[in-house]
C-alpha cells in the first residue's frame, strides 16, 4: 500500500462516508431508507424526498467515466512519481458520481464511457484513497 504524503482529515458525514469504506473494504455511499436513492457526496436530507433517514450501503464497485483529466504536474510527492496521472469522475452503476485516481491506463488511452471497476485503499484510519481500474 502506498500512502499519500498530505492525507486529508475528513469530519462529519464525509468522515462517516470513510469510515464504512474502511470497515467493509469497499466503496459505500449513501441511500436514502425512505425513497431508495443513492447519493453522493454524504448528506443529511435526500434531495429528492427530503427524509434525514439513511444508511451508507455498498455499490457493485463498478461504474463509466463521465469525465476526466490528465495532469503532467504535482506539487505532491506521492503523485510526481505517478505523472502523468489521471483523475476520473466516475458514473457509479447506482446513479451517483464519484472521483477516483486511474490505474492501468494512459492518458492518450481513456475515452469517455470507459467501464471501470472500483477500489478503496485505506490511507489511514479515517482516509480512503479511491482507485478506478479498467474494467
Do not use: K
Not at 500512502?3 to 473494504?25: M, Y
Not at 454524504?42 to 483529466?69: A, I, K, L, M
Not at 452503476?93 to 471497476?117: F, Q, T
Amino acid at each position: 500500500m502506498s500512502t499519500l504524503s498530505v492525507i486529508p482529515q475528513p469530519e462529519g458525514l464525509a468522515l462517516q462516508f470513510h469510515h464504512a469504506a474502511i470497515e467493509h473494504g469497499r466503496l459505500h455511499i449513501q441511500r436514502c431508507s425512505a425513497c431508495g436513492r443513492f447519493r453522493h457526496p454524504p448528506r443529511v436530507q435526500c434531495p429528492e424526498c427530503f427524509s434525514p433517514e439513511w444508511t451508507f450501503e455498498p455499490t457493485n464497485e463498478h461504474g463509466t467515466v463521465y469525465s476526466y483529466v490528465v495532469s503532467h504536474r504535482s506539487f505532491d510527492p506521492f503523485w510526481v512519481e505517478h505523472l502523468p496521472f489521471v483523475t476520473v469522475a466516475v458514473a457509479l452503476d447506482e446513479g451517483p458520481r464519484v472521483i477516483a485516481a486511474m490505474r492501468g491506463v494512459e492518458g492518450a488511452d481513456m475515452s469517455l464511457g470507459m467501464p471501470v471497476r472500483l477500489t478503496v485503499e485505506p490511507q489511514s484510519d479515517d482516509f480512503t484513497m479511491l482507485w478506478a481500474d479498467p474494467a
